[in-house]
């Protein structure tokens, strides 16, 4: 008897998925917990696992986009084929040492993480042929389903019928993709949100060295104290808190003829991955302290890295953060992200010389961008948030003291 695997719903907002990456073969006997599928939307990705033990039938290819509740995997109940491994259990009982994985997929000498070694083993995968990303050069999940990708699209890939090969040898080459969900879903919430609010953006520039100089002198005691180090995103956040409470006109949002005031402090912080650009949102940030922001901050690092961010994390912020600094952005003029009325751009540390007590001096300096939604927002109040942030991160101990 034949068991359907459907598309589970991942969303109230969300009709569709994509088959990202198949963890099992087609036909390979699976046990009920077993990873079977990833796949993606355009939020988030999802692993499927089996609930039973049986013969896996694929009924999707990777690429295919398919509706909430669509089949996507049969599997067919029946006894293990000779040969198949125990479950994890009966292993344990049976033998006191693990069977070795193939030395062509595994290799004991590969410094690889569990979950990475199982997908590997099950995508046929040959770990010393992939670099690791993980600390210490570890082969990590990601790496593994990059390279299960890049295989499944090189079989799939015939070159009589790639256009770019059979083109003459004189043409242009050139190479198609289809977009992804999550990309597809980024450009039409750029497009809306530059069509829907009219968003102007102002400038100001903000002396990092009171910041630079506090995180010098406390940063071994607060890595001691709460196991995370004191960043820079958590000053700006506790900045941005401060200005939303004094000008609470950027703490609101245009819903319908209704402008809707927010008397909370969930703060997003913008994270690019190698999907696309996510912004989870950190709750209540007004109560919260340095060290736990900063905790919050490498969670959701991780979680995004790891292809973990849930649909609830990326609802119901009120203001976003994004530091294009990181890549070495100078200064930008940052999108809104709906129905937020703001969002502050952060951008590189550079010294240049400033006028200070009449004298010039070398300062490191960043650009402040704040983009903002001038049907709901003034000038004049823009103006004023800008400047309570750029004053707060000058006097980040007033920021610490609360």
């Not at 995103?233 to 939303?244: E, R, T, W």
């Not at 402090?265 to 922001?293: H, N």
């Not at 912020?317 to 751009?345: C, D, E, R, W």
Request: glycine share 8%; net charge negative; aromatic share 4%.
């Amino acid at each position: 008897m034949a068991h359907e695997i459907k598309i589970p719903s991942v969303g109230e907002s969300i009709t569709s998925a994509t088959l990202g990456t198949w963890h099992k073969a087609e036909g390979e006997y699976v046990r009920a917990g077993d990873i079977l599928l990833t796949i993606e939307t355009d939020k988030i990705s999802t692993e499927l696992e089996s609930d039973r033990d049986g013969f896996l039938h694929h009924l999707a290819a990777v690429g295919d986009e398919l509706a909430i509740g669509a089949p996507v995997a049969a599997i067919e109940e029946g006894e293990a084929p000779a040969g198949t491994a125990p479950a994890p259990e009966a292993a344990a009982k049976t033998s006191p040492e693990p069977a070795p994985a193939p030395a062509s997929v595994q290799s004991v000498d590969v410094k690889a993480t569990p979950v990475a070694r199982k997908i590997a083993q099950g995508s046929g995968i040959d770990l010393s042929s992939l670099s690791g990303t993980g600390a210490g050069g570890k082969i990590t999940k990601s790496d593994v389903l990059d390279a299960a990708t890049d295989h499944s699209a090189a079989k799939q890939k015939s070159p009589a019928a790639d256009p770019v090969v059979a083109s003459a040898s004189s043409a242009k080459k050139t190479t198609r993709k289809k977009m992804s969900p999550l990309r597809r879903k980024i450009a039409t919430h750029l497009v809306n949100a530059q069509h829907e609010a009219a968003i102007l953006t102002t400038f100001n520039e903000v002396d990092m060295t009171g910041i630079m100089d506090l995180r010098k002198k406390v940063q071994d005691d607060f890595v001691a104290r709460h196991s995370v180090k004191l960043g820079f995103m958590s000053f700006f956040i506790k900045a941005v808190v401060d200005a939303l409470q004094a000008v609470p006109a950027v703490n609101a949002r245009i819903e319908g003829d209704e402008i809707i005031e927010n008397h909370f402090y969930d703060i997003g912080v913008a994270v690019g991955t190698e999907k696309g650009l996510m912004v989870p949102v950190i709750r209540d940030c007004e109560q919260k302290s340095f060290a736990a922001i900063e905790k919050d901050i490498v969670e959701y690092a991780n979680k995004a890295r790891d292809g973990k961010i849930s649909l609830a994390d990326l609802q119901g912020g009120v203001f976003t953060i994004t530091n294009g600094g990181i890549y070495g952005s100078l200064l930008s003029t940052p999108i809104l992200n709906p129905p937020q009325s703001g969002i502050l751009g952060m951008h590189s540390i550079q010294q240049r010389p400033v006028a200070l007590n009449g004298q010039v001096v070398i300062r490191p300096m960043m650009y402040l961008a704040l983009s903002y939604d001038h049907r709901l927002v003034d000038g004049k109040e823009a103006v004023t948030f800008l400047v309570r942030v750029k004053e707060g991160l000058e006097n980040p101990e007033r920021l610490m003291l609360g």
